[in-house]
């Protein structure tokens, strides 16, 4: 039975084959089949049909017609829609596609073979379109030299414009910190003072109190200043020399003027051109006032330009400029000469005018042009009698100059109104309306006599210091000794600077701003047990001796002979952050270090 059905499928296939063979081949004219006349001319001796045509002639005439068709619509689609110049000629409605016939349409293009050319050859386009011509990519005698190659490509000039632009923009900036480390900063050219530090204080893991700022530090000259929070950071590096560097520092006293003008500016010093409105407490408008002529006078040691002497001069300080007088305290205007102009120049700091420039004091200034990098010419050396009015003539030179910039830069953080960046418990009613008291009883009661609140906070004392002796006790079998541990435990604090001079202690201060309560805690050279606090009050720098005593066998520190007693150094200074006691002040800023 299979062999009858695969003789039956091979005959079907043989009959089919027969069949296509003459449906296939085109008539010819006379009827005959073109494959007859094929077989003939091949016979005769002429060229035998390509594949590409025995394919094409092996299909049916209703399937090429099919094909020529559909070949001639997908050109006319491919082609735009021409509006009908004269759609009344055709009778076609207004901007309706023109009916035009495939036939009259030209015919696509073709495109040249691709030629191939030996290397160091490549086309190059002429004026005229569709013309090419071989150059060589060689250089030749005549070409300049900061011409590229065709064959090299630039990729800073493949660039888009923004990634060029962004490149441009962008700068690295090296910060020192006080403790010598140092980080390179990627910043924007157009980055402010302001924004570096934040930038540094979020990447140092800092708390940011807006009392950071970047410094100007030039050692070979000796100076150093505080940015403005304002200033372009890239400008004034572009005016430092080589060996002058960025310092990341605190500097409280940035904005203390504007808290309380009346430290910085003394009566004898201050000096109205017209008759002023008020007193001191309109004494900060009236700097801030462009209109109203402010002056700063007073006598001031000044180094004479190419010696070595100082001279004591009479001079005053106006928005046009430093003069000083010629005769006396004369200040007429054929007795005033330059000594500095405001809008070229900054004032800067002596770090060691005594020792460098043989200046009378430490209380030296130095006003230097923004053109000027280590010309010593054209410094202007100036020296005060003492810190107070060194800082009035270096606060009245900086309002002069910028004026109210520096009360929008003081407003900035009050404006913004940001939040803490640590959430810190806050309390919901300030420490005045705080009431003391008595739980005694079964009902609380609020203390209303003084001397009994009193009282009550002593025995509240005595009992905390109980208390503390009796876990110090219970927890004597540990490794470590709470009493070792009480004599180290300061040293994590950042407030804590360990084994320096008390000259090192006073630079520290001054550096970071002479503002009441600025505090720093040291080990006393003297005495290898006890300690320094360090204290500025009044723009005057004091120092407190803390000395260790024993109560019932434990070791208590102490500052004022005994009468208050703490365990360690963290709760002395707790109690004296809240508390003014003996000092002349309360603890209210610590001085810091940051390791970048």
């Not at 009344?88 to 309706?96: D, F, I, K, Q, R």
């Not at 040249?112 to 090419?132: C, D, E, N, Y």
């Not at 407490?281 to 002056?295: I, K």
């Not at 009698?385 to 100059?401: H, P, S, V």
């Amino acid at each position: 039975m299979n062999n009858d059905i695969n003789s039956s499928v091979e005959s079907l296939n043989s009959a089919c084959n027969m069949q296509s063979d003459t449906d296939t081949a085109p008539l010819l004219e006379d009827g005959q089949h073109a494959s007859n006349q094929g077989a003939a001319s091949s016979s005769r001796g002429q060229p035998q049909a390509s594949p590409r045509q025995k394919m094409q002639r092996s299909q049916p005439v209703h399937i090429l017609r099919r094909l020529q068709e559909e070949d001639q619509q997908l050109r006319t689609a491919s082609l735009p829609a021409i509006p009908n110049p004269f759609p009344e000629l055709t009778g076609a409605a207004p901007g309706s596609p023109p009916s035009v016939a495939p036939s009259s349409l030209p015919p696509p293009p073709s495109q040249p073979p691709a030629k191939h050319f030996p290397p160091g050859f490549q086309l190059a386009k002429l004026t005229r379109p569709g013309l090419w011509t071989k150059t060589t990519a060689r250089f030749s005698k005549k070409q300049p030299k900061n011409q590229c190659p065709t064959d090299t490509v630039n990729p800073v000039a493949r660039m888009p414009t923004s990634q060029m632009e962004k490149l441009r923009l962008r700068k690295d900036v090296k910060v020192f910190s006080e403790d010598g480390t140092s980080k390179v900063v990627e910043i924007l050219t157009d980055m402010t003072a302001r924004d570096l530090c934040q930038l540094l204080v979020y990447k140092s893991h800092c708390v940011d109190d807006n009392s950071w700022t970047l410094v100007e530090h030039h050692p070979q000259l000796g100076l150093e200043r505080c940015l403005e929070d304002h200033e372009i950071v890239v400008q004034v590096e572009s005016t430092m020399p080589s060996e002058s560097k960025f310092l990341f520092r605190k500097n409280y006293a940035k904005y203390e003027f504007f808290k309380n003008p009346v430290n910085f500016f003394p009566d004898q010093m201050v000096n109205w051109c017209q008759q002023a409105n008020g007193g001191q407490a309109q004494l900060l408008q009236n700097f801030l006032n462009t209109s109203s002529c402010p002056e700063i006078q007073g006598f001031l040691q000044v180094k004479e330009v190419g010696r070595k002497s100082w001279k004591k001069l009479y001079v005053c300080l106006r928005r046009s400029g430093l003069y000083y007088s010629t005769k006396g305290t004369s200040k007429e205007p054929r007795h005033l000469q330059l000594l500095a102009d405001l809008e070229e120049s900054s004032i800067f700091y002596l770090i060691a005018g005594k020792k460098q420039y043989n200046a009378p004091n430490e209380h030296g200034m130095c006003i230097k042009p923004n053109k000027a990098k280590t010309e010593m010419k054209e410094l202007r050396l100036l020296c005060a009698e003492d810190e107070q009015i060194r800082t009035c003539w270096m606060t009245a030179f900086r309002l002069l100059k910028y004026g109210m910039l520096l009360y929008q830069n003081y407003r900035i953080p009050q404006r913004k109104g940001l939040p803490p960046p640590f959430n810190a418990p806050m309390r919901s009613v300030s420490e005045n309306s705080l009431v003391a008291m008595d739980f005694s009883g079964q009902i609380g009661r609020v203390i209303d006599n003084p001397a009994e609140a009193q009282s009550a906070a002593l025995e509240e004392g005595h009992a905390w210091r109980k208390r503390s002796t009796r876990m110090n006790i219970l927890s004597s079998q540990s490794p470590l000794h709470p009493s070792t541990l009480n004599a180290v435990i300061h040293r994590t604090q950042h407030w804590f600077h360990g084994r320096i001079s008390r000259e090192e202690s006073h630079r520290i201060i001054k550096q970071q701003g002479l503002v009441d309560g600025l505090f720093l805690l040291r080990d006393s050279q003297s005495n290898p047990k006890a300690f320094v606090l360090t204290l500025c009050h009044h723009q005057k720098i004091k120092n407190f001796q803390i000395l260790p005593c024993e109560d019932d066998g434990q070791t208590f520190f102490t500052l004022d002979d005994g009468n208050t007693k703490f365990s360690d150094l963290i709760q002395l200074v707790d109690f004296y952050q809240l508390n003014k006691g003996v000092l002349p002040c309360k603890l209210k800023h610590h001085c810091i270090r940051v390791a970048l």
